[in-house]
């Protein structure tokens, strides 16, 4: 079974930047669709960004759109979340999540599409 290790994560200041990883141990991610998704304290998860298996298609929220890139590679087998300009509203705990069966171009965009889920790892924005 898929097991996804999420890491990256900590306490930075509004504006600051962190990067977050999505690895996984035993089985190539390169045919996965892979999801971030975040959930701040007492809301709903929700989702952050998206990149179909092929790479060739990322998806992010409105509210991420321009501060945050997702990216992939393969050679390490780690898909990552590129978070600039943090702001406090960022503050959650991020999830990444990957996707079994797809059609090689298609972002997958809620959280009920995938399959594996990782633990999760802590984002703190706060001066």
């Known amino acids: 079974q898929l097991q996804l290790v999420e890491s990256g994560g900590g306490l930075v200041q509004p504006g600051g930047s962190l990067r977050l990883s999505c690895t996984a141990s035993?089985?190539?991610?390169?045919?996965?669709?892979i999801g971030w998704f975040r959930q701040a304290p007492g809301k709903e998860r929700e989702g952050v960004s998206c990149?179909?298996?092929?790479?060739?298609?990322?998806v992010y929220a409105d509210s991420v759109k321009g501060r945050f890139t997702i990216s992939r590679d393969n050679a390490k087998n780690t898909v990552y979340l590129e978070m600039n300009s943090l702001k406090p509203e960022d503050t959650a705990v991020y999830y990444c999540?990957?996707?079994?069966?797809?059609?090689?171009?298609?972002?997958?965009?809620?959280?009920?599409?995938?399959?594996?889920w990782g633990q999760g790892t802590q984002v703190t924005v706060s001066s």
């Open positions: 990149m179909s298996s092929s790479g060739g298609t990322t």
């Open positions: 999540a990957a996707r079994t069966r797809v059609v090689i171009y298609v972002c997958y965009e809620s959280m009920g599409e995938y399959d594996y």
């Open positions: 035993e089985f190539s991610l390169d045919y996965y669709a």
